[in-house]
């Protein structure tokens, strides 16, 4: 989100758009379809009034052993990762000003997540993978990373770029280029390095995966559409479908406001967020860099041009998400604590939060309702360090729930939130939760103007969640939570049942039509502007286009279509859903 110098890519430029992401689809390949196993529901937001998903008295959870689990092939042996980073340590310990090529990552990290603690047991992210969503690559990542790893003795980690929209155009699309600095395709290079940086200082054994997918893929779409693309959703729709990754993240904070179309291009994007919650994906997106602001998308720089008043990130605003903002480690210079850490703000930047006007409060928040005093949902939900803005902490968060994937037997722990609410949170340090009480996130505008923000406070709060964690105890809290209450199935099952309503809103005039006769069909909850192909029993019909509101109409012939008496299926497909009905000819 910030603009640091990155080693190998040479001047300074912008690090990200901070803040802001199919178990299995068969059905997602052409327009993308949340389907079969990946399915799941609009979103958790808009019925805050559901049942809690756990007993609301469990506070606390039994501690686990770290689970033996099998080297995965090409790895070295456990005894030999664990003589590896025991090396690291030793190394951050006697250099603890040590950054690897002007990343901004430090022994800081480690020692305030107690990250250590969990290296030496061989919980390293081995076996596990991690997923960055980045708008555009950066052929010479392996080269930074090499780099980046020799200064701390850190084994290089195995990275792999998938193009979930297709491979890269050979040019920036014009609508990233004309956004500048802020959201060229170079910024998000710097974005990247940052991302796989961060994943991979948390689990420094864990596969990543880059996702490489621009804008412009089906039209030129608005200036928020340029730096928070649709097409990111399509990457995490893929991602589940395919098994890629056991956790995502994704640093972007445009704000809802940004929208030119509102809640309709909004909320057409959930499915994205849905299926990797239906796949147990934990889906994690930065709350932004501007404090109680959000950065506006055809921007000068990160916080140079912003809202005038309070806004908050759009994709970590799902409740299907976990919203992470960030604060700023409080150790002396040899790494021991000197107190709890503060809300990171350094003016013009500073973490978001506040509270969303397009999802209501999710039934997680309903116990914490009392301190928020809204219907809306209110982020961020956990913080980590965000010296480099909000992009280092989701990444940061993300490699430490690959750990807990590894303690999980490999196995997916999301979507987090309920087991985060209703155990983790309420029980605090026994389960690794710190508490963040010092700091807000008040916005001084350019022009010299305070928008007054949320301040961090005893226990849970706006500006800040539930805190921020100590690994050691929160990796395996998690686990216990996941294994013994199963804190994910349930909104895993809401989530597939929030989808499945999404691919059936084609609404008819008429279930049956004469063979000369008609039937209207309407159908919406796709991208405004965007296209939207029609087939009837597989056969294409035509290429809609949605109109403002995500909605798409049309009459519906059988005897122009040569259509025999019988059942008949329609099938709408677009980037992100796709929709089905039947009707009957006679």
């Known amino acids: 989100m910030r603009r640091i110098g990155i080693g190998l890519l040479g001047a300074s430029v912008a690090v990200g758009l901070a803040a802001t992401s199919l178990a299995a689809s068969p059905a997602l390949a052409g327009g993308s379809r949340a389907g079969d196993a990946a399915r799941a529901g609009a979103t958790l937001a808009h019925a805050p009034s559901r049942m809690r998903l756990v007993p609301p008295n469990i ?44 990343v901004g990552l430090g022994g800081s990290d480690v020692d305030d997540y107690n990250l250590g603690a969990l290296w030496k047991r061989g919980i390293d992210g081995a076996g596990t993978t991690v997923a960055v969503i980045e708008g555009w690559n950066y ?95 399509k990457a995490v729709e893929y991602i589940a479908r395919y098994h890629v990754a056991n956790v995502i993240s994704i640093s972007d904070g445009t704000g809802e406001s940004s929208y030119s179309h509102g809640r309709p291009e909004i909320l057409a994007q959930d499915p994205g967020e849905l299926a990797a919650a239906a796949a147990g994906i934990p889906l994690l997106v930065a709350t932004g860099d501007c404090g109680v602001v959000q950065n506006l998308p055809a921007a000068n720089g990160q916080c140079e041009d912003v809202t005038h008043y309070r806004d908050t990130a759009t994709w970590d605003d799902s409740p299907w998400v976990t919203a992470v903002g960030g604060t700023t480690p409080n150790l002396s210079a040899t790494g021991k604590r000197l107190g709890p850490d503060p809300l990171w703000n350094e003016q013009p930047y500073s973490s978001a939060a506040g509270f969303s006007k397009v999802f209501r409060r999710p039934a997680y928040q309903n116990d914490v309702a009392h301190i928020t005093h809204s219907d809306w949902r209110s982020v961020p939900d956990l913080v980590m360090d965000a010296r480099n803005g909000t992009s280092e902490a989701s990444p940061l968060l993300a490699g430490v729930l690959a750990l807990a994937t590894q303690v999980n037997q490999g196995k997916n722990i999301g979507p987090i939130n309920p087991a985060v609410y209703s155990i983790l949170g309420p029980a605090g340090k026994r389960d690794g939760i710190v508490d963040v009480v010092k700091g807000n996130d008040s916005s001084v505008l350019p022009n010299g103007k305070v928008v007054r923000g949320f301040s961090a406070k005893k226990g849970f709060d706006i ?124």
């Open 139 to 233: 052929p010479g990542i392996s080269q930074f990373m090499a780099s980046f790893d020799k200064a701390y003795g850190l084994p290089n980690p195995a990275i792999k770029t998938i193009y979930p929209t297709g491979k890269l155009p050979k040019n920036c699309p014009p609508g990233m280029v004309a956004l500048g600095s802020y959201g060229s395709c170079q910024a998000w290079q710097s974005e990247l390095v940052l991302d796989v940086a961060s994943v991979h200082f948390a689990a420094p054994y864990a596969k990543i995966v880059i996702s490489a997918t621009p804008a412009d893929t089906e039209i030129t779409d608005d200036a928020a559409s340029q730096v928070a693309p649709p097409e990111m959703m």
């Open 59 to 102: 506070l606390g959870v039994r501690r686990l052993a770290p689970v033996a689990d099998s080297r995965p092939s090409g790895l070295p042996s456990r005894a030999t990762q664990i003589r590896v980073l025991t090396a690291v340590l030793k190394r951050i310990a006697e250099h603890p000003a040590l950054q690897g090529d002007d």
């Open 463 to 586: 500006a800040s969640g539930w805190g921020t964690i100590n690994a050691a105890l929160f990796v395996p809290s998690l686990v216990a939570a996941t294994r013994s209450l199963g804190e994910e199935s349930a909104a895993r099952d809401l989530a597939m049942r929030e989808l499945i309503g999404l691919e059936h809103q084609i609404r008819l005039s008429s279930q049956r039509v004469s063979a000369t006769g008609s039937i209207t069909m309407t159908a919406s909850g796709f991208l405004p502007e965007h296209p939207v192909r029609l087939y009837v029993d597989n056969h294409f019909v035509v290429k809609l286009k949605a109109n403002s509101s995500g909605t798409v109409s049309f009459v519906i012939e059988p005897s122009s279509l040569h259509l025999a008496a019988g059942r008949h299926a329609i099938t709408l497909t677009s980037m992100l859903l796709t929709e089905t009905t039947s009707f009957r000819s006679e």
